[in-house]
């Protein structure tokens, strides 16, 4: 009786140990779930703005352009090289760094400048970044590769710092170091991904040349992706005015027919009405 009092006292404790460490995992898992709840709506409250997505674009597409090319410039450089030539990998790897900072200093002193740039200056830029990336390649110089390196990530350099600027400058809200977070953690997941695909022997297996071909077409690929995402808004701007003008000619008759009062609200005051809640305010000088 003593034996089986002591094993049912045990087992007794074990239970009360197993439903305690049920309860802490429940617990954790709920923890868990809150934070991926709160994640979700900060990234829903960060990218609410369209002026922090479309910079947010321009963000993570120079980034990816800025690691996809560190990776494989020496690489490059190395391809290029002749029997006998001299390298200075070193020497431009350092003017560089210093140029690349140079030119971020010279862009924040003169922010009310920055401040006014608008998407087509990033794409014309993009449009220089990826000729630095493609003229190496199809003339083949050592020399002209080290000067397109350096002008590339001048370039780059300005993108990043011209859009991490206009994403501070449209944020409303104090999640600006998280909007950079999750850009940069997107640029380099990308960047992982296309370098698995394109160097990898088991997929793609390509050369430092026909990487800096992809990598060309892709910065293409951004600025046409830019290119028909500017036409679609200003065709949905067009559809809009037109509707509201529309509307507003029909109830300008009817106010007419029927003798009632018609306010002073003109047609191009109410079209600008309506627009102003679709477009952001970058785009003004554009309605007008």
């Known amino acids: 009786a003593v034996v089986s009092t002591q094993s049912t006292g045990q087992d007794i404790r074990m239970n009360c140990h197993l439903n305690e460490q049920d309860q802490e995992d429940l617990t954790l898992l709920k923890r868990c779930r809150i934070q991926v709840r709160r994640f979700i ?58 140029l690349s900072s140079l030119t971020s200093f010279v862009l924040t002193r003169y922010s009310r400048h920055v401040e006014q740039t608008r998407g087509w200056v990033l794409a014309l830029l993009t449009c220089f970044m990826t000729l630095t990336i493609l003229l190496p390649t199809l003339l083949q110089n050592l020399i002209l590769a080290y000067a397109c390196d350096a002008l590339f990530n001048m370039i780059v350099t300005s993108c990043i710092t011209i859009s991490l600027f206009k994403i501070a400058h449209s944020m409303r809200t104090n999640f600006y170091g998280f909007v950079v977070g999750v850009n940069a953690c997107v640029a380099g997941t990308l960047d ?93 000088e554009m309605i007008n």
């Open 41 to 98: 709506r900060d990234i829903t409250a960060s990218y609410k703005s369209v002026q922090t997505r479309r910079w947010s674009y321009w963000a993570i597409t120079c980034s990816l352009l800025y690691f996809m090319v560190g990776n494989s410039s020496q690489s490059l450089w190395k391809d290029l090289e002749r029997e006998g030539e001299k390298r200075y990998n070193g020497y431009v790897i350092g003017t560089t760094a210093l």
């Open 192 to 284: 992982l991904l296309v370098t698995l695909i394109v160097i990898d022997e088991r997929v793609l297996g390509f050369n430092p040349r026909q990487q800096y071909l992809v990598y060309s077409g892709f910065g293409l690929a951004s600025i046409v992706a830019y290119g028909l995402y500017r036409l679609w808004v200003v065709w949905k701007r067009g559809s809009l005015r037109s509707e509201t003008f529309t509307r507003r000619r029909f109830d300008v008759s009817v106010a007419e027919d029927s003798g009632g009062p018609i306010d002073d609200l003109t047609d191009e005051t109410v079209g600008d009405v309506v627009i102003s809640n679709y477009v952001d305010d970058s785009d003004e």
